[in-house]
């Protein structure tokens, strides 16, 4: 055998596995459901830049890079929340720091990635971030087709018939029922003596060190801060009661995970 039949061979070899590998891409393409969600994530890992692509369709499959998550799952009904979990330990395996970026998303899925669409997060935030984020994928994995919220009107509202919160018939110190409704013939529902304020406002000694420049050293009385006619609502559980010891919140911000008091 000459070696331009050996080649000739060798070609036909290689044009074949090319055409089958072409075969096997669009295959693969025709079996990706339709896209709700589809992600570029990049981290460290093994301390090198490593960047994968997660795709969620609408029937709840799960893909990365093209290989779809969740198979050994033999429920199918199941195999959605199984592919999730899996990706999210992805995520877990990843250093900081990790960034996700929806670049092909359903706007209409519940807590969408329409505001941010970028999401990114250190060490000390990997923990919250990737439960919060873990939660937001979810809402694709679902499967089903959500409808998008539709505003309501003072209509709306009206038409639900809710309950008052605000207390109308009350005895205030500088508005007495009386003055306020000289033709009613009923008596007050609340009768406020008078006003107090937060113990910390009225005895410096009380306020945590980490509040004391948020405030000014002293405080006008709170009759003096108030209306005369002031908004009395009704507390789903009573009349509320003041912290003995003042706390600050701590936020997560949706486009830099991370704590700030």
Not at 12 to 25: A, S
Not at 170 to 192: H, Q, S
Not at 204 to 221: G, N, V
């Amino acid at each position: 055998m000459s070696w331009k039949s050996l080649l000739q061979i060798l070609a036909v070899c290689f044009g074949f596995v090319v055409l089958l590998l072409c075969v096997q891409y669009v295959r693969r393409s025709d079996e990706l459901p339709a896209t709700r969600l589809e992600l570029v994530i990049t981290g460290q890992q093994d301390g090198r830049e490593v960047q994968w692509t997660a795709l969620i369709g609408r029937a709840g499959r799960v893909f990365v890079d093209g290989v779809e998550l969740g198979g050994h799952e033999a429920d199918p009904a199941r195999r959605p929340q199984a592919a999730l979990k899996e990706l999210v330990a992805r995520l877990r395996a990843l250093e900081p720091p990790v960034r996700v970026a929806a670049t092909n998303y359903d706007e209409e899925a519940p807590g969408g990635f329409a505001n941010h669409p970028t999401f990114r997060w250190d060490r000390d935030a990997a923990a919250v971030a990737i439960e919060l984020l873990g939660t937001k994928l979810s809402q694709y994995v679902a499967g089903e087709r959500i409808e998008r919220t539709v505003f309501p009107t003072v209509q709306d509202v009206l038409d639900l018939n809710l309950p008052e919160f605000t207390i109308t018939r009350v005895d205030l110190p500088g508005l007495p029922y009386r003055k306020a409704y000289p033709n009613a013939t009923d008596e007050p529902e609340v009768t406020i003596r008078s006003y107090r304020g937060h113990p910390m406002f009225e005895d410096p000694a009380k306020m945590p060190d980490d509040l004391r420049s948020f405030y000014p050293e002293s405080l006008p009385p709170v009759a003096e801060r108030l209306p005369e006619n002031p908004a009395v609502l009704r507390g789903c559980d009573g009349i509320g009661r003041y912290s003995e010891q003042p706390t600050t919140s701590r936020t997560i911000s949706t486009t830099r995970w991370g704590t700030r008091r």
